[in-house]
């Protein structure tokens, strides 16, 4: 069983920036991909970015392209989502899940084993 809690969603103004932060416990995720998903009201969960294990591979919904970046940090454990412009309609809460799976990144929520329990995102006008 693994763990991950998520921290450092809050309310921001548009334009203004956020790091959030993912932080695995128990077993190992060792060689696996890492993705952020969000989900606003009435809405599907959507992709937002995910990375590899060693962090040289990246892929980014079209929405966030060129705002977001994700990294890690494999010895803490820790996954970032640096969200910079913030816009209004990035108000969502925030989930980081964990993909064991081989292959490439993955951009559908169904090949996410792990989820967290989610960070809320409001950005206002």
Do not use: H
Request: aromatic share 10%; glycine share 12%; charged share 20%.
């Amino acid at each position: 069983q693994v763990q991950l809690v998520e921290s450092g969603g809050g309310l921001v103004q548009a334009g203004g920036s956020l790091r959030l932060s993912c932080v695995s416990s128990g077993r190992t995720l060792s060689g696996s991909k890492m993705g952020w998903f969000r989900q606003a009201p009435g809405k599907e969960r959507e992709f937002v970015a995910a990375i590899t294990w060693s962090g040289g591979s990246t892929s980014f919904a079209d929405s966030v392209k060129g705002r977001f970046t994700i990294s890690r940090d494999n010895s803490k454990s820790t996954v970032y989502l640096q969200m910079n412009s913030l816009k209004p309609e990035d108000t969502a809460v925030y989930y980081c899940a964990a993909d064991t799976t081989p292959g490439g990144l993955a951009r559908v929520a169904k090949w996410y084993k792990d989820w967290g329990q989610g960070t809320q995102v409001t950005v206002s006008l």
